[in-house]
């Protein structure tokens, strides 16, 4: 009886000493991964001296343009809003660029008109009834062209450059 628990023990110590050696490879591989991943070079924000005496250009202005009303019950028909270099969102909330706030069929935060340096983007914001493009419902954002129509609830919106 003796031998066999000694037996035991010492397959149980054998069990033991395998399972910490492998607790501290699981460890030294967690600590060799995340010391790889910060040795690795990091995306900077300092621009980079230009060719043509050492000073750094100017980026690419953010291409702008305008929101004309349409058709609307809140909105004026004909009245304009202005794509500078902010974004602009339109929806039934206050804290909006362009409220709507008796339109039963726009969301609080409906859709966000932003300018970039290719063009101006429109994007659905996660609304109830969805953002329109020229009648089709955007599932993704999508660059703007000169007379396309934006539909937000019951208000119509063209984009002009």
């Known amino acids: 009886m003796i031998v ?10 054998i069990l033991k000493i395998a399972f910490l050696v492998l607790l501290y490879l699981f460890i030294w591989r967690i600590v060799r991964t995340a010391s790889r991943d910060l ?3 990091q995306e900077s924000f300092i ?5 043509e005496g050492g000073v ?7 291409r702008s343009g ?12 004909g009245s304009d809003y202005m794509l500078n270099s902010s974004q602009l969102t339109i929806g039934r909330g206050g804290q909006n660029d362009i409220p709507l706030p008796n339109d039963d069929y726009a969301s ?6 932003e300018p970039r340096q290719d063009g101006v983007w429109v994007q659905d914001l996660g609304s109830t009834n969805g953002t329109y493009l020229n009648g089709a419902r ?5 660059r703007l062209t000169p007379g396309d129509i934006v539909r937000v609830g019951d208000t119509d919106l063209r984009f002009e450059q």
Do not use: I, N, Y
């Not at 621009?47 to 060719?51: E, G, I, M, T």
């Open 39 to 41: 040795r690795l070079p």
């Open 47 to 51: 621009l980079a001296p230009s060719r």
């Open 138 to 142: 955007l599932e993704r954002p999508r």
């Open 66 to 77: 305008r929101l004309v009303v349409v058709k609307s019950a809140e909105l004026e028909d």
């Open 4 to 13: 066999g628990s000694v037996a035991v023990d010492t397959a149980l110590l």
């Open 108 to 113: 609080a935060r409906h859709a966000r008109f």
């Open 56 to 62: 750094a250009t100017q980026p690419p202005p953010l």
